[in-house]
């Protein structure tokens, strides 16, 4: 509930304004009920109208991508790019490709990404975009047609100083290369103006690895100090098959717990032996396959319908890493009812709000996704200052670099979140620390 009659007025008015989407509604209560008791103290932030320019884009663009399939049809679809905010830094954060993409999507995931470029401790501001293109069954060709029409508008809006994009779901390396291609041959200029790119050309080692290995640093520090305990013995599930689940799943392991579950959008796999990584990687990263194909090469799990059930399953610690709103507050109280002690988020706003107030009130580790998965950005800006150097890092001084990054963050979320008499209020904890600069920077630049 908000308190305050400003927060009270800027929510009321930005409903108004953007009454027809849900999931940057929901993203923006989230955030801005969490900031109250930082923005009653400091009372220049409503003098300055600090919220209501915190909320607005500084610039939203939205446009058509016209491209020809292989049978020679042409198609048409969206294309978006929110620059959300810029006053720590150049705009920086993924495309995602997804039949799902909307406004509402990209703007959610633009306003999260101030938060959590800020919480890097890097000079990022926040963006994101994309297109409703669907790339699941597209051929290469197909997918590179997309890319380079994608790019044919995009090149105008981005640069290495100005606004830096990367990926996101559909949006892997693949992608990136096509992308970066077409910005190489539109500008004749070989810059760091896209991130997650190929290690041949000018990519960085361990940016593959970062989200998912991030999650994984910030949730043993997370165990270490809030529950004097860690990876070691656990039982795991990651939700999601794609990108951040294959490479959390990866250093859970190593960490030396078991995942006994993974999943797409169809449908689920539980192995309680242990996944078997290499399985999902051919699958996954090699034939762009489905999930139930694990059962082909490892009989003994079971595959079922429906990507919800996998909550179901008795876990110690639970990792979403598939998309917004796959875990509700009924999954929540099953959860808990079966001992998790974990919540961390690969994903951005896995959990419902109401499942993560459930999980922060049962004294459950709670790792709010800007913090948690912020490991994937903070690499992109190792990648940048790469690129700007014009000279590459070993993969283990990028590692070594991310894992400093996450157990920063962590400390900054939980010690806010100490400050202000909660030390399991993670999401407060947060929202503040990420808010904090960001609000300072803006209020220093002037009106704007
Ligand atoms: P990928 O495209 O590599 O993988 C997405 C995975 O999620 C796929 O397995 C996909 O299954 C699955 N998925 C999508 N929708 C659903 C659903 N409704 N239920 C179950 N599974 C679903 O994307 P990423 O791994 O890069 O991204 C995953 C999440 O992590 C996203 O929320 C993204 O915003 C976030 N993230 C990504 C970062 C990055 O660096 N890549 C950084 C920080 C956060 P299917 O193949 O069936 O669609
Ligand atoms: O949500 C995210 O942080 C990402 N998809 C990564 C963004 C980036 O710029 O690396």
Known sequence: MLKTEYIKRVYDDLKKKNENEKEFLQA??????????????????????IIERFVEPERFVQFRVAWVDDKGEVQVNRGYRVQYNSSIGP??????FH????????????????????????????????????????????????????????????????DVPAG????????????????????????????????????????TEATGYGLCYFTEEALKVM??????GKTVVVSGSGNVAIYACKKATELGAKVVAMSDSNGYIYDPKGIKLDVIQEIKEVRRGRIKEYLEQVPSAS?????KGIWQIPCDIALPCATQNELDLEDAKVLVQNGVIAVCEGANMPSTLDAAKYFMEHKIVYGPAKAANAGGVATSG??????SARLSWSFEEVDEKLKEIMINIFHNTYDTAVSLGDPFDTLTGANIAGFEKVSKAMLALGVY
């Open 28 to 49: 923006a209560y989230e955030i801005l009920e969490s900031l109250e008791p930082y923005i009653e103290k400091h009372p220049q932030l409503e003098k300055n109208k």
């Open 91 to 96: 705009y920086k954060g993924g495309l995602r």
């Open 99 to 162: 039949p799902s993409v909307n406004a509402s999507i990209i703007k959610f995931l633009g306003l999260e990404q101030v938060l959590k470029n800020s919480l890097t401790s890097l000079p990022m501001g926040g963006g994101k975009g994309g297109s409703d293109f669907d790339p699941k069954g597209k051929s290469d060709n197909e997918i590179m047609s997309f890319c380079q029409a994608f790019m044919t508008e995009l090149y105008r809006h981005i640069g290495e100083d100005t």
């Open 168 to 207: 996101d779901i559909g949006v892997g390396g693949r992608e990136i290369g096509y992308l970066y291609g077409q910005y190489k041959r539109i500008k004749n200029k070989t810059v760091g103006v896209l991130t997650g790119k190929g290690i041949p050309y000018g990519g960085s080692l361990a940016r």
């Open 227 to 232: 529950k004097k305990d860690s990876f070691k």
């Open 303 to 307: 595959y079922h319908e429906g990507p």
């Open 382 to 387: 190792l990648e940048m200052c790469q690129n």
